[in-house]
Nanobody, 124 residues
Framework: QVQLVESGGGSVQPGGSLRLLCEAS????????WGWYRQTPGKQRELVAV???????NYVDSVKGRFTISRDDAKNTVTLQMNSLEPEDTAVYYC??????????????????WGQGTQVTVSS
């Protein structure tokens, strides 16, 4: 099965930076879209940034100009560079992969996979 492992979370002071990494493993055929989401207690999961297969990216307004999503198709990884962090960015961050996995000889199956989440805390 395809699995995602996230790393890079932690605690930082306001104005600081963190870089999140998400690595995919397993029988991946193609990744259509990578996404980073975040969630705080009592709130719905929020889409932060998305990277499509054509190189397109999109961000929630609150992180535009501060966060950058980058995908490496050769390594099946995605990163989220977070600069100028604010206390409001504190959340558990999850990566998401939408694409296709190899399910047999010349067969693929669509997948929608989530990482386990990594905590980001911005506090003075």
């Amino acid at each position: 099965q395809v699995q995602l492992v996230e790393s890079g979370g932690g605690s930082v002071q306001p104005g600081g930076s963190l870089r999140l990494l998400c690595e995919a493993s397993g029988p991946i055929h193609m990744i259509n879209r990578w996404g980073w989401y975040r969630q705080t207690p009592g709130k719905q999961r929020e889409l932060v940034a998305v990277a499509g297969s054509g190189g397109t990216t999109n961000y929630v307004d609150s992180v535009k100009g501060r966060f950058t999503i980058s995908r490496d198709d050769a390594k099946n990884t995605v990163t989220l560079q977070m600069n100028s962090l604010e206390p409001e960015d504190t959340a558990v961050y999850y990566c998401n992969l939408v694409g296709w996995r190899i399910s047999g000889p010349n067969r693929q199956r669509n997948i929608d996979v989530w990482g386990q989440g990594t905590q980001v805390t911005v506090s003075s």
